[in-house]
């Protein structure tokens, strides 16, 4: 029990939330958990599923790997990180087969292979891991809200795109009431169908990608005549 | 020496504590869904049942009356399976295949095709599982098109047969703009059914149930 990270003495909170949403993005900056990102996110119904579901996982994961990091000895990290993220998705799993059968369906493989994302135990070994608990829950909020927020622009993107709705399926996810929120915005579209398809989702986060970039460079110039830009962490994880 | 083997027994300990923690939490979580989760599957496979036949024309409850035809006997990659719907007085009204198919654009297509017994006229197609191309492919699919529907009140005889294809192919069928294979095998396959069913109905309703069919519902 001696050989225990150092806390980080106070935690800059306002840091932690710019980092999940925008400077450390897992989907825009630090590109993982792609493969479900890319696959997905044909509408927006589907983005908002898998994004709850990973934002859930990273919660927890966070929680009980920062409540447990003084008896895990980092000898056995990894494998322990593994079991705690794997039995997390499995009750999700389980959880979302029983009370949303059809999004499950939908979403298929790509909840249990939440497991996979190595978003989530990036933030574990990265994160969790060295803090205690109430920032490690902030952590993993603020970078599932930071992908799910990804998934749902793409997932809006391509969707409009490909079929000139939004929504379409809503139902699928919050029940019969929920039908009022898809929209037809372009009447009679013919559809694109590349955006639907793989490559579309590709492309779709390429644009995203650049678009956050240029942001970024205007936000850069705009404050390097008043201060010093912000310190942005990059954590190889 | 000894204190890495203490350390090795400690961390071994520790791991397996927490799996035990973990299995924990998953058997709770799957004692507390499976009913639900069986619930849905279940009303899954009775909404598919009743997309192709009416649940008026039946009685019986089809999870307990169906077969395995195995793939040799009816020609198709995997094992099939066939739910027999028989009236209130036990009477044979139609039989409902689940076939599958390998001839798509993108894999398995899984059908649902029932077939009236008296007549053998198609009640209904639906497509269960595809992986074909959205957008094009997949308007086998009831949401994305009417298409499936024109197998309806299809027969197949003499007279009937050279009908059963594609436009492309010289039938009445159409095929998608962009996507022929599709249609193609979806055709091919409820007519492969329907050929079959053709000829072996009165023998699918006449076998007694294997005993394990029966005991499959817990």
């Not at chain 1, 978003?119 to 599932?144: C, H, K, Q, T, Y």
């Not at chain 2, 400690?10 to 299995?23: D, T």
Request: include cysteine; glycine fraction near 8%.
């Amino acid at each position: 029990m001696t050989e225990e990270v150092k806390k980080s003495p106070n935690t800059n909170y306002p840091q932690l939330i710019a980092n999940g949403l925008w400077h450390n993005n897992p989907g825009l900056v630090q590109l993982l958990g792609l493969c479900p990102l890319l696959a997905v996110t044909g509408n927006v119904v589907n983005g908002i599923g898998l994004g709850l579901a990973t934002l859930f996982t990273l919660v927890i994961s966070n929680a009980s790997i920062s409540f447990s990091r003084h008896w895990v000895r980092k000898e056995i990290r990894i494998p322990f990180y593994v079991l705690v993220i794997a039995s997390n998705v499995t009750v999700i799993d389980l959880l979302m087969s029983a009370w949303l059968p059809h999004l499950h369906m939908v979403l298929g493989i790509f909840i249990p292979l939440i497991v996979t994302n190595c978003a989530i135990i990036g933030r574990a070994e990265a994160f969790a891991s060295r803090n205690s608990m109430l920032p490690a829950i902030v952590d993993g909020l603020m970078m599932g809200l930071g992908f799910l927020f990804v998934l749902v622009v793409l997932g809006a993107m391509r969707e409009l795109l490909g079929n000139g709705t939004l929504f379409a399926n809503a139902a699928v996810m919050f029940g019969e009431g929920a039908k009022f929120l898809t929209v037809q915005v372009i009447d009679d579209y013919k559809g694109f169908l590349l955006a639907v398809l793989p490559p579309g989702a590709f492309l779709g986060l390429g644009f995203l990608i650049a678009f956050k970039n240029i942001v970024d460079r205007w936000l850069e110039k705009k404050n390097k005549s008043s201060v010093s830009a912000i310190p942005v962490a990059v954590e190889n994880s | 020496m000894k204190k890495h083997v203490l350390a090795m027994r400690k961390s071994g300990f520790l791991l397996a504590f927490f799996a035990f923690i973990g299995v924990l939490f998953v058997s709770v979580s799957h004692l507390l869904t499976k009913d639900k989760i069986a619930e849905n599957q279940r009303m899954l496979l009775q909404h598919n049942w009743n997309e192709v036949l009416d649940i008026s024309r039946y009685s019986n409850d089809l999870n307990n009356d169906n077969r395995i035809i195995s793939a040799e006997e009816l020609d198709l990659p995997y094992d099939s399976t066939v739910y027999l719907a028989r009236s209130k007085s036990g009477k044979p009204v139609a039989a409902i295949f689940r076939v599958t198919t390998l001839e798509g654009y993108g894999g398995r297509i899984t059908l649902l095709v029932s077939v009236n017994y008296k007549d053998k006229h198609i009640t209904g197609v639906r497509v269960i599982n595809h992986t074909e191309t959205p957008g094009l492919g997949d308007k086998i699919e009831i949401e994305k098109s009417k298409w499936i529907l024109g197998f309806n009140d299809k027969f197949l005889n003499d007279e009937t047969e050279a009908a059963w294809a594609v436009k492309r192919d010289g039938g009445e069928f159409d095929q998608f703009t962009g996507a022929t294979i599709t249609p193609r095998a979806v055709v091919g396959l409820v007519k492969h059914v329907l050929d079959y069913a053709n000829n072996n109905m009165s023998r699918l309703f006449s076998t007694q149930p294997k005993p394990q069919a029966q005991d499959k519902e817990k």
